[in-house]
T-cell receptor
Framework: NAGVTQTPKFQVLKTGQSMTLQCAQD?????MYWYRQDPGMGLRLIYY???????DKGEVPNGYNVSRLNKREFSLRLESAAPSQTSVYFC?????????????FGSGTRLTVV | GQQLNQSPQSMFIQEGEDVSMNCTSS?????WLWYKQDPGEGPVLLIA?????ELTSNGRLTAQFGITRKDSFLNISASIPSDVGIYFC?????????????FGKGTKLSVKP
C-alpha cells in the first residue's frame, strides 16, 4: 500500500546547485501537488497539476519548476538552489473533482541548502 | 487570497485532558477537512465534513462543520501521548484557485504523560 512515494527523503545542497525531487502515486489520482512546509507557515502550495498534461502555479512558485511526466509522476525542480529554499517538501495527490476526499500526502523530502 | 485562521497555534496539555481547536475564515467553504501530521511524516486525513452543521466522529476525535460554513472545530477527548503532532484544518471550494484546498497554519499539540 504505497500511496504517494517521494524521493529522496533527505538532501543537502550547496547554494547554486540544482536538483529534482521525485514524486509518484499509485492510486490512479488525477491531481498532484507540491507543498513546502516551514515553521509557523503551515503548508504553502508551490505548483499543482489538475490533470495529466497541465500544471499551474500555486502561492510560492518562484525558484521552482515542475513536470507532470505522466499520470503517476510529478517532479519538482530547483534550478539554482538558495538557502531560502531550505524546507520540508511534500507531494500530494487527489482524485480530482474538487478533492472531496482530501489529499494523500507523501512522507516528505527534507532539503537543506547551505 | 483565501486564508484560514487556525487557533490555538500550540497547546501543552496533560494526558487525559480534552482538547479543542478551531479554524475560521472570512470565506465560505463547501468542505472542511482535518489532518494530523506526526513528527517526521506527511499529514494524514482524520475527518472530512461535507455539510453545514455536520458533526462527525472518528474514535476520540469529533469535528463539526460550522453553520455559517466559515468555521470548523476539532475536539479530542481524553488525550493520550500518541496524539502529539500538528493538526491542520483545510477548506475546499469547488473551482477555486490554488488547487482548491486551503490549509490553516496548524495547531501543534504536546501531551505530557
Amino acid at each position: 500500500n504505497a500511496g504517494v512515494t517521494q524521493t529522496p527523503k533527505f538532501q543537502v545542497l550547496k547554494t547554486g546547485q540544482s536538483m529534482t525531487l521525485q514524486c509518484a502515486q499509485d492510486m490512479n489520482h488525477n491531481s498532484m501537488y507540491w507543498y513546502r512546509q516551514d515553521p509557523g507557515m503551515g503548508l504553502r502550495l508551490i505548483y499543482y497539476s489538475a490533470s495529466e498534461g497541465t500544471t499551474d502555479k500555486g502561492e510560492v512558485p518562484n525558484g521552482y519548476n515542475v513536470s507532470r511526466l505522466n499520470k503517476r509522476e510529478f517532479s519538482l525542480r530547483l534550478e539554482s538552489a538558495a538557502p531560502s529554499q531550505t524546507s520540508v517538501y511534500f507531494c500530494a495527490s487527489s482524485a480530482g473533482g474538487g478533492a472531496l476526499r482530501g489529499y494523500t500526502f507523501g512522507s516528505g523530502t527534507r532539503l537543506t541548502v547551505v | 487570497g483565501q486564508q484560514l485562521n487556525q487557533s490555538p497555534q500550540s497547546m501543552f496539555i496533560q494526558e487525559g485532558e480534552d482538547v479543542s481547536m478551531n479554524c475560521t475564515s472570512s470565506s465560505i467553504f463547501n468542505t472542511w477537512l482535518w489532518y494530523k501530521q506526526d513528527p517526521g511524516e506527511g499529514p494524514v486525513l482524520l475527518i472530512a465534513l461535507y455539510k453545514a452543521g455536520e458533526l462527525t466522529s472518528n474514535g476520540r476525535l469529533t469535528a463539526q462543520f460550522g453553520i455559517t460554513r466559515k468555521d470548523s472545530f476539532l475536539n479530542i477527548s481524553a488525550s493520550i501521548p500518541s496524539d502529539v503532532g500538528i493538526y491542520f484544518c483545510a477548506g475546499l471550494n469547488y473551482g477555486g484557485s490554488q488547487g482548491n484546498l486551503i490549509f490553516g497554519k496548524g495547531t501543534k499539540l504536546s501531551v505530557k504523560p
